[in-house]
């Protein structure tokens, strides 16, 4: 796990792509939990409305910062 810890993974997160499977892969079921917290500030204070495809984006972007997974492949097309 990315924190040192030898906990159980965070398991199944509903995130989408390489994200979730980063996220299932590298991040504890401990570190994850606190992250759900942590994102309800962090949605607040961007004003973050995940309905919405741009923010739905920034929001796993943050995601990945909190964590500090790799930024994701964004590529579209060929
Ligand atoms: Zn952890």
Redesign the pocket.
């Known amino acids: 796990?990315?924190?040192g810890?030898t906990?159980e993974g965070a398991g199944k997160v509903g995130l989408p792509g390489a994200l979730g499977d980063d996220i299932e892969r590298g991040?504890?079921a401990?570190?994850w939990k606190e992250w759900l917290q942590t994102q309800i500030r962090v949605i607040n204070h961007y004003g973050l409305r995940p309905a919405i495809k741009e923010d739905r984006e920034q929001l796993y972007r943050l995601t990945r910062e909190h964590f500090g997974l790799p930024p994701a492949a964004e590529r579209t097309g060929g």
């Open positions: 796990m990315r924190c810890q906990r991040v504890c401990e570190c």
